[in-house]
């Protein structure tokens, strides 16, 4: 039930090449100095292993190494940096602030102040939390925590001496999380209608004999939670979806650093679906405390069709996706004009049917997006893919779990196809969940949503 593939990096030669003169110098030696940059984090942990005493002064943890030590390093790191390792001791000298210092500042993420499995991924589990109202915002709270860093440095010694250093620190990431519910101040996100009841008893309500009624609501995505950057606009804004029989306030209402840590001015949007009918699910029926009986509801973007248990797609009712779709535009549009008419600057996302729904509405826009983070989902078969599309230079980052039964990659990987036949712009990564929950992942979304949005907002 519908509940790493990462671009090859061109090699250097294996001597590196004599810079020429002019300009054309400095560009060489630019491109040297930033290869090396990149590499110290993976050098640092190559070069303090076994033998190689690290010794901590002042918080600093410094290793000293030889240049044949540095050039063995670099030959066991794949990648650009592996021609240096045969460049000679000069060349490896002449790279920009090599002589002097080369450093490198790289995100390590959060911490919990109870780690094991019996902490909560909630914010107030994280080190540094704190939470204080919004004056004159009452459905408004501030929240902060500590996100911590590290900055490798690479310092030339003498001739053929070497010292790389590693300084942890942290900085402070806030943000004001908003619980928007209805009739509060803000309005609705959404102004269409959906149909309540299932397709399949749609089709039996023709009978009135069958005394089936047709039921219409509104679809105002309410209640949904409303993340803002603490002061100032934001840059960027992502709207992003839960899962099937998920919500809004009960999955990311308490977890705002699933999306923030600090690096960008970012608005989140996570609007809650609308209670519905499934056709999957026409003969689960409940009893209400009247003892009135009634047919099972669930938050769902759009209404099932089959159920396969995750063996293939599942077909759904392809008109309650167009309500979804067109609820979904209008909401791009309204924070592209808040952006100061940019939807390059809007950045669609969702996990499982969420993901599935936002790829609908990215794929489907007519003006050209800033991003796409897909969580455990895939594209939907009706959805369609076309060369020249507006979306054709836009990157759209997939997450897939390999134990996940729900939405297997089996069948998944076709529609990435799909994508990558049209050429778009598909970054897909297969990573495991450390709790090894398959499709129902918990805390490593917030890892791969913020390593998605990194990477996006970077651009």
Not at 207 to 222: C, G, S, Y
Not at 444 to 453: D, K, M, N
Request: hydrophobic share 35%.
């Amino acid at each position: 039930m519908p509940s790493p593939c990462s671009r090859p990096r061109s090699g250097l030669k294996k001597r590196a090449p004599a810079a020429p003169k002019g300009g054309a110098r400095g560009a060489a030696a630019a491109a040297a100095a930033r290869e090396l940059r990149a590499a110290l984090p993976r050098l640092w942990r190559r070069l303090r292993g076994p033998g190689q005493g690290a010794a901590a002064s002042g918080g600093v943890c410094k290793v000293k190494c030889s240049l044949a030590q540095l050039r063995a390093a670099l030959r066991a790191r794949r990648g650009p940096c592996t021609g240096w390792s045969s460049a000679p001791g000069a060349a490896l000298g002449r790279a920009p602030g090599l002589a002097a210092r080369l450093s490198l500042r790289q995100r390590l993420g959060l911490r919990y102040q109870d780690p094991s499995k019996h902490g909560s991924w909630s914010a107030s589990n994280l080190v540094g939390y704190s939470a204080a109202p919004v004056k004159g915002a009452r459905s408004e709270v501030q929240v902060s925590w500590r996100c911590y860093t590290a900055e490798f440095v690479l310092v030339q010694l003498a001739a053929g001496r070497f010292e790389l250093q590693r300084r942890v620190g942290s900085q402070v990431a806030a943000c004001r999380v908003e619980k928007r519910r209805r009739g509060g101040p803000g309005g609705p996100l959404a102004e269409e209608r959906y149909t309540v009841t299932a397709r399949s008893r749609c089709r039996l309500a023709a009978d009135r004999r069958k005394k089936i009624r047709v039921e219409t609501r509104p679809l105002d995505l309410l209640p949904a939670v409303i993340i803002r950057p603490p002061s100032g606009p934001q840059r960027w804004t992502l709207i992003y979806l839960h899962g099937l029989g998920s919500s809004a306030l009960g999955n990311y209402a308490d977890r705002p650093h699933f999306f923030v840590d600090g690096s960008v001015a970012l608005k989140v949007i996570v609007p809650t679906a609308p209670s519905r009918e499934l056709t999957c699910f026409d003969t689960w029926w409940q009893q209400s405390p009247s003892k009135n009986w009634y047919l099972s509801k669930f938050l769902s973007w759009y209404d099932y069709l089959t159920n396969f248990d995750g063996r293939k797609e599942d077909v759904i009712d392809v008109d309650s996706l167009l309500a979804m779709r067109r609820a979904l535009h209008k909401l791009v549009q309204r924070e592209a004009a808040e952006l100061g008419g940019r939807p390059d600057r809007v950045i669609l996302g969702g996990k499982s049917q969420g993901c599935c729904t936002s790829l609908d509405a990215a794929l489907t826009y007519p003006e050209a997006l800033g991003g796409f983070v897909g969580v455990v989902g895939h594209v939907l078969s009706c959805t369609p893919v076309e060369p020249g599309c507006a979306q054709q230079a836009t990157p759209l980052h997939f997450f897939h779990e390999p134990r996940d039964e729900i939405m297997r990659w089996k069948w998944v990987q076709d529609s990435e196809r799909r994508l990558r036949a049209a050429g778009l712009r598909v970054h897909s990564r297969h990573r495991s969940d450390p709790e090894a929950c398959g499709h129902f992942i918990q805390g490593v979304e917030g890892t791969w949503v913020r390593t998605a949005l990194r990477e996006i907002c970077a651009q």
